[in-house]
C-alpha cells in the first residue's frame, strides 16, 4: 500500500512540474528579451524586456 502512494505522488509531481514548464513556455514567463524584428532566414533581434 505504502508503495502505491509513493507511485501516485510522484506521478502528481512529474505531472506538476510538466504542466508547470509548458505554461511557463507557453505563456513566456521568465524570459528577459522580446524578439523584435524577425525574418525568416536571419537571426532574430532580442531587445530586452521592461516588463521581466
Known amino acids: 500500500m505504502k508503495s502505491l502512494i509513493e507511485k501516485n505522488a510522484a506521478r502528481i509531481i512529474i505531472t506538476t512540474l510538466i504542466a508547470l514548464v509548458t505554461i511557463g ?28
Open 25 to 52: 513556455i507557453v505563456t513566456g514567463i521568465g524570459v528577459p528579451y522580446n524578439v523584435d524584428n524577425y525574418d525568416p532566414g536571419h537571426s532574430p533581434l532580442e531587445i530586452g524586456d521592461p516588463n521581466y
